[in-house]
């Protein structure tokens, strides 16, 4: 059988989340047809330019608006703009049979089942024999859908449900079809890992599959008990957000963003066609639900849900929430138990688990109440939903952001613990849960030899987790191959003759003992193996340096130590790219600040796709003192060609870093100079990332790595240079664009960057302008307003502009 290839998908249905699936394919280099219904009449702005409905604008225009809305929609469903040019548009009548060409034909219409079918007929007079086609339904079952169609039609067909939005969700369910080939499912299984980036998990054919029946389940449990307990949807979002290693917009604004009607859709969907759910009761909705549906109060498409934004007297935002007794919008009230605040202290979520169930106040309570219950759901949903409890765990982490999965969760509290609760609660295990216990097994999970297993039902033992071996996982790993450790960073060996550098500081935020255990992975590195990665599986790289550290010294005036700590972050920088040994970067999420300027003066970087790089300090009140302001001047003086307009490269490279821009994807760190083409990679799929990053560090070694000739051919520019920034600034003091303040770090930074006020354009080392950077950070840390922002920025969260 020769290899299946994807160069080439249509996809037939241009809503919100058929554009979505479109920029995604576009997102990894595949072509896409994106194909949409004729309007059945003209618009206004139509009519008025006399325009029939011959005309290909107007046939094509369901398919072009909606392509249009999707890419302007925030969060963007696409890594860069260019992407789009990617996705060809055309409708149903005059262009189908261009998917005689495809290579995957994805279906996303409306969720019914006659026009689905319809779609299909018409689809199959023109599809290519063998190839692909698949339905993103959330709910219809696939067996009914693919009735009536050829054998080869239904060989190659299953359902694919892609979690939206598309670019950012990473579950992607595979459901088979009565005749789905075992090898389509398998390619799919691969393909959807390997070039979408996501989790994949084969499902059983049964009504909302596994994500949407465990995730429904969940909210609904909890609308259910915050009535019953008497709790606010603030103290609800309260106990079901970060501090459970959940989304930050927890249960009621995750409602409002994805809208009511949607939830309620599915809810039902379940109840009618679940009759012998043990909890089907539970998928009723309760009154103040049916009476939003009603008040069409379906949240941030209507303008209102369970919250509200509105402005107050003073003109100024106010969130609103809705009081469930009432049903009337009022001011937000601030959530506070007890035994959250003794969790305060415990960064590991899955170590909250069990002070969580035992909390004396409500906390404790809904704690117990709602973990009783979904325990005791997962349970009875094996065989039904799925034959392994990974894959309900696996669909929860990747289709809502849950950071544990059920059985997981269960796992941290004990398991007998976890049974005691829920007989407390009333509820029961399924009996092969008891049986599990009576045989020995005293976890759903075990981490053997680097690899995690889970208790196969059938099989009454720990198998191991398919789909592992592509994959480094640092928590399976850490305890066996660690070399060192400090406060803030575990260096392992990664095997190979690799060691990787991890951050373990609060947030990955980089103070003197992460920079300390960089050092010291690249003395062992440099000793006894042949290179070294740095990377971790935190939610983000890293923050940013510790800026409450730079904040306590210097309100201190503790100039001597802030200068020697700025100077051994440059040093340390410095060592990555001038070691003996090959450094690779593995940057994924939020990349600020130090982050970014450790990614600088990496060898090679290997970023996730879904990296948000950049240099922020202007948004403290400083500039980038860590090598950052020398390497923007740096990479300014690579880009001058002959001829060029050099002033305009350096003023690029400057606005990069006095805008604090921030890539949304690591492809845009490219457009800022941050990532280099050829040079550096993006990986799709962050579970690959590490194990990518190995192989880079190996093949460079293999290649024979030699470390670079250390740079004193800087061209900085000068005054010619610095007279043209300074202009800038002064106008756009003037305007009132920036601040006072603002211009001075800005002036600071051009004098960094410009290299002084050199007479005429100069070739510099690097370490002058890292001295100049060091001067310029300093003087910047004697400011009152400079203070001003590093303390509201530790204080709140957010950069202060005064």
Not at 200 to 218: E, H, L, Q, W
Not at 381 to 386: A, G, H, L, M, Y
Request: aromatic share 8%; net charge negative; with cysteine.
């Amino acid at each position: 059988m020769s290899k299946r290839r994807i160069n080439k998908v249509a996809v037939i249905g241009s809503g919100i989340m058929g554009s979505g699936i479109a920029c995604h394919f576009a997102n990894i280099g595949v072509e896409v047809l994106l194909l949409d219904i004729v309007p059945r009449e003209l618009n206004e702005k139509e009519k008025a330019k006399s325009l029939t409905l011959e005309d290909k604008v107007v046939r094509n225009r369901l398919v072009n608006d909606a392509l249009q809305a999707s890419i302007k929609s925030k969060p963007a469903p696409l890594y860069h703009i260019d992407f789009a040019k990617r996705i060809t548009t055309g409708n149903l009548e005059d262009d189908i049979a261009k998917v005689k060409d495809v290579d995957w034909i994805i279906e996303v219409v409306v969720e019914r089942l006659d026009i689905k079918q319809k779609v299909f007929e018409n689809l199959e007079k023109h599809r290519t024999p063998g190839t692909l086609i698949t339905s993103n339904t959330s709910g219809i079952p696939i067996k009914f859908m693919s009735e009536g169609r050829s054998d080869d039609f239904q060989q190659h067909f299953c359902g694919t449900h892609f979690f939206n939005p598309p670019r950012y969700l990473k579950l992607f369910e595979i459901i088979p079809g009565p005749k789905t080939k075992p090898e389509i499912l398998d390619f799919l299984n691969s393909y959807g890992e390997q070039f979408l980036g996501k989790t994949t998990v084969v499902a059983k054919d049964t009504p909302a599959f596994i994500g949407n029946r465990i995730g429904i389940f969940s909210i609904m449990s909890l609308f259910h008990a915050v009535k019953e307990m008497g709790l606010t949807i603030e103290e609800v979002d309260k106990l079901s957000g970060p501090v459970i290693g959940r989304p930050k917009s927890a249960t009621f604004r995750t409602v409002d963003v994805v809208g009511l009607d949607t939830l309620v859709h599915v809810a039902n969907g379940i109840r009618e066609n679940c009759p012998d759910d043990e909890r089907a009761k539970l998928f009723e909705l309760p009154e103040f639900i049916n009476t939003m549906m009603d008040n069409k109060w379906l949240g941030s498409k209507t303008g209102q849900g369970f919250y509200k934004k509105t402005k107050n007297a003073d003109g100024a935002t106010e969130i609103l929430s809705l009081d469930l007794d009432t049903l009337e919008y009022r001011a937000a009230k601030k959530a506070k138990f007890a035994t959250l605040e003794l969790t305060k202290s415990v960064d590991n979520v899955a170590d909250r688990f069990p002070i969580l169930v035992k909390g004396k106040d409500q906390a404790g309570a809904f704690n117990r109440k709602t973990l009783a219950a979904l325990f005791a759901y997962v349970t009875n949903r094996i065989p039904e939903i799925s034959d392994e409890l990974y894959k309900i765990d696996d669909a929860m982490k990747a289709g809502f952001g849950w950071q544990h999965g059920p059985f997981e969760i269960w796992d941290a509290i004990g398991v007998h613990e976890g049974i005691d609760m829920m007989k407390a609660e009333g509820h029961e295990p399924a009996s092969w849960v008891s049986e599990m216990v009576a045989n020995g097994n005293d976890s759903f999970y075990t981490v053997k030899e680097g690899a995690t297993y889970f208790y196969d039902i059938p099989k009454k033992q720990q198998l191991k987790v398919p789909g592992q071996d592509a994959f480094i996982i640092l928590d399976n790993i850490r305890q066996n191959t660690e070399v060192f450790k400090n406060s803030g960073v575990v260096v392992e060996d990664l095997g190979d003759g690799i060691l990787n550098c991890e951050f373990r500081s609060k947030m990955n935020s980089i103070g003197g003992d992460v920079l300390a255990g960089i050092n010291k992975a690249i003395d062992l590195a440099e000793k006894d193996y042949d290179g070294l990665v740095i990377g971790n599986q935190g939610a983000n790289f890293s923050v940013g340096a510790n800026i409450g550290m730079i904040f306590m010294m210097a309100v201190e005036q503790e100039y001597d130590e802030l200068n020697a700590a700025v100077k051994y972050f440059q040093d340390t920088v410095m060592r990555l790219r001038y070691s003996s040994i090959p450094t690779v970067m593995a940057p994924h999420g939020m990349t600020l600040g130090g982050g970014c300027e450790l990614t600088l003066h990496a060898d090679r970087v290997v970023a996730a796709a879904e990296s948000y790089i950049g240099l922020v300090e202007f948004g403290v009140g400083v500039i980038p003192g860590g090598g950052g302001s020398k390497e923007m001047a740096l990479r300014a003086s690579d880009s001058f060609e002959k001829d060029d307009v050099e002033l305009n490269r350096l003023r690029q490279h400057f606005l990069t870093v006095a805008m604090a821009k921030v890539s949304t994807s690591a492809y845009e760190a490219y457009d800022l100079d941050i990532l280099k083409p050829g040079k550096d990679i993006v990986v799709v799929n962050t579970a690959r990332q590490l194990a990518t990053a190995k192989a880079v560090a190996r093949q460079m070694a293999d290649m024979g790595y030699t470390k670079p000739p250390m740079r004193t051919d800087v061209k900085v520019l000068g005054k010619q240079a610095l007279g043209m920034f300074y202009v800038g600034t002064d106008s756009m003091e003037a305007s009132k664009y920036i601040s006072e303040h603002d211009q001075k770090i800005a002036d600071k930074l051009a004098y960094v960057m410009a290299g002084g006020d050199l007479s005429e354009p100069t070739l510099v080392s690097e370490q002058y302008l890292l001295d100049l950077e060091r001067e310029a950070f300093l003087s910047l840390t004697g400011e009152r307003k400079t203070l001003e922002r590093l303390q509201h920025m530790i204080q709140k969260g957010k950069p202060l502009r005064n």
